[in-house]
């Protein structure tokens, strides 16, 4: 019995030494330590090599605690071509091929052998990288087994001992979406290690935001100073379908740089169909300058297409829309009988100076004003621009009119632009720079004759010939009002308008009072322009017969005061069926529910209004700050989308017609 007894005592004291090497492992399993060098030395080394064994200073390697490791981790064998210990690979590790017999040589340790619990624990350390010491990872988990502890692991979940970071997000390429940060995830960026490049429309090898191929250009020709009591803000619109970086190069009115040029608008990038937002006070800081004299120009580079609309905000709060030029000649330089003052802006928009810019004015009769052909400007510097008033002009040409005149340059100018303002009841400026032409031959929005808003449309023959005009009235149904009729008596000579107002059209055409506002076609044989002055029962005199296709960018959200309405125009002879739109916030974000209906059909000629509440209905949303609509529709090459913004309960402004990149 007694020796049954030692043999029971001596069994115990053998697994003992086992059970305590399980209890730690399984430990260290339950709580997601690393296994380090600290435990391999406890459980091997000391105990079977450098204690019992010989390799305890005076057989190579060492392997007493304190310089096993440096002495086995990444150390080539004598014996052999493979490490000692190659961490991650236990196979290749040839102190371990030696423990397990399978090495070259004796196995080790000699008189003795490691146990199979041992084996486990060396293998299993040297597969989780051989790590020195654990005391990092020692109170937290590493879930992906890479050695590296989760709380200091930039990849907790997807192994990386690399800790790889390109853009230095704290998260590691190895599980991060957008590897350079550049706002494009990974999927979709063609240079996803590369912060400033996503796209190569044209594949050669060279993105788009370096490629001179794919550069595109705007301009903002009136920006007020921080210092200025009209306060503009511009929107900067990606219209495109990739994502962009914005560079700006701001000139002040006499042509000075502002800054440096090509300076970055923004951090990171402009999402399709996001904008950007910016204020005077913005620039300033951006291009690092204090506050400009009068207002400056502003030139936008991007590598694709894009929008500048510019809203300007007038001491009595009207907003208007002021980002939108013309070539050679403008048509609404207000006469000395009306209370409205006209200023005229030109602007070199090239790198040369402009030199001896002649002109002269015609009164509505066609009729020159005073002298023709006159020195308007003896030069103008590259991005220069100055304004001529009504005054001035008067004084440059000799003579005072009543009435509207037109001014035109005596010969065309390539870089030369006008920019056509009316200061209106002396409360804020109206741009009457955009309007349409004999190419459209359409006046997109005519009042009746018992509207309180009055519409006055402006037919300027701007052919060689004297000319006639016939037009066709459709009523928003679409539905033919009266016959296509003369619009006057005799002829228009050249450069001479016909002015109409409700009442004269349903004379000349035989209809009758149309209900809500009519779509009226022009015919001629020459050239000519359509310009309407809508009169507000307040007196406000707006410009609004300018149309878009394919979008509009400023539906104002139920945060504002002011409302907006979108008239859906059917300009062709036969129908468009499923009209569909989806609706971006200020961030590129779609609101609601994208590519909804909102118009099954819509007849030939005919012309439907959506409002701001309309549209919340369609889209089941409502939102803040300023919104863009996308539209398409079947066969929409004769739809037209006319923004109007009916402000301060006033007025209607037209946010149509602006800047777009080229």
């Known amino acids: 019995v007694r020796q049954e007894g030692k043999k029971g005592n001596s069994l115990r004291r053998k697994l003992l030494p086992r059970a305590i090497i399980l209890g730690v492992m399984t430990l260290l399993s339950m709580q997601g330590l690393a296994i380090d060098i600290d435990d391999v030395q406890s459980a091997i080394f000391t105990p079977s090599c450098s204690l019992s064994g010989c390799h305890n200073g005076s057989v190579s390697p060492n392997l007493q605690t304190g310089v096993a490791f440096d002495n086995v981790v990444g150390i080539s064998a004598s014996q052999s071509a493979m490490p000692l210990i190659d961490p991650g690979n236990p196979d290749n590790s040839y102190l371990i091929l030696k423990m397990e017999g399978s090495g070259s040589g004796a196995k080790m340790p000699i008189g003795g052998t490691v146990s199979t619990t041992n084996l486990q624990l060396i293998r299993d350390w040297v597969s989780n990288g051989a790590v020195k010491d654990d005391d990092a990872g020692s109170t937290e988990p590493d879930t992906d087994g890479d050695t590296i502890a989760d709380a200091t692991d930039n990849c907790p979940n997807v192994a990386n001992s690399d800790q790889i970071d390109t853009d230095n997000d704290n998260s590691g390429d190895a599980c991060d979406a957008d590897d350079d940060g550049d706002g494009v995830i990974d999927t979709e960026d063609t240079f996803p290690l590369n912060a400033t490049e996503w796209v190569d429309s044209d594949m050669d090898g060279i993105g788009d935001n370096a490629d001179p191929d794919n550069s595109t250009e705007g301009r903002v020709y009136l920006m007020t100073t921080s210092t200025s009591a009209n306060i503009t803000l511009l929107h900067l619109v990606n219209s495109s379908e990739t994502p962009q970086q914005f560079t700006g190069t701001l000139y002040n009115f006499n042509g000075t740089l502002l800054g440096t040029a090509n300076t970055p608008l923004h951090n990171g990038v402009v999402q399709s169909q996001a904008r950007l937002i910016l204020s005077a006070t913005e620039l300033e800081e951006l291009f690092n300058i204090e506050p400009w004299s009068g207002p400056a120009i502003l030139v936008v580079g991007g590598s694709a297409g894009f929008d500048l609309m510019t809203k300007l905000t007038s001491p009595s709060g009207l907003i208007s829309n002021t980002n939108c030029v013309r070539k050679d000649l403008v048509h609404n330089v207000e006469g000395f009988d009306s209370p409205n003052r006209t200023f005229v802006r030109f602007i070199n928009i090239g790198n040369t100076t402009i030199t001896d810019i002649r002109g002269g004015l015609t009164d509505s009769t066609g009729s020159v004003i005073g002298t023709t052909n006159v020195e308007l400007l003896a030069t103008l510097d590259p991005y220069e621009a100055v304004w001529l008033t009504r005054e001035n002009l008067s004084s440059l040409i000799g003579a005072e009119w009543n009435g509207v005149a037109s001014l035109a340059t005596t010969t065309a100018i390539p870089n030369l632009r006008l920019l056509n303002l009316n200061f209106v009841n002396n409360e804020t400026f109206f741009n009457f720079s955009c309007f349409e032409s004999s190419k459209s031959g359409r ?220």
């Not at 004297?466 to 450069?495: F, K, M, R, W």
Request: charge should be negative; hydrophobic fraction near 35%; include cysteine.
């Open 443 to 662: 006046v997109y929005l005519m009042t009746n004759s018992n509207s309180a808003n009055i519409s006055e449309t402006h037919i300027i023959n701007t052919s060689p010939d004297p000319a006639t005009y016939e037009g066709t009235v459709y009523e928003g149904s679409g539905e033919q009002l009266g016959n296509a009729s003369p619009l006057h008596t005799g002829t228009i000579e050249p450069g001479a308008r016909v002015v109409l107002t409700a009442s004269e059209i349903e004379s000349a055409t035989g209809a009758q009072a149309w209900p809500g506002p009519a779509m009226i076609d022009i015919s001629s044989s020459g050239s000519f322009e359509l310009m309407v002055k809508l009169t507000s029962p307040s007196g406000l005199i707006s410009n609004t017969n300018c149309v878009r296709q394919g979008n509009v960018q400023n539906i104002e959200g139920f945060d504002s005061a002011n409302r907006t309405f979108i008239r859906f125009i059917n300009q062709g002879t036969t129908s468009i069926s499923n009209i569909r739109g989806t609706l971006y916030d200020v961030n590129g974000n779609v609101l609601g529910t994208p590519n909804s209906l909102l118009v099954e059909m819509l007849a030939a000629k005919e012309q439907v209004f959506l409002d701001r509440e309309d549209l919340s209905t369609l889209f089941d949303v409502t939102w803040n700050n300023e919104a863009s609509l996308v539209v398409t529709a079947e066969s929409a090459t004769d739809l037209r989308l006319l923004n109007l913004n009916f402000v301060n309960n006033e007025t209607f402004f037209n946010f149509s017609c602006y800047e777009t990149s080229g």
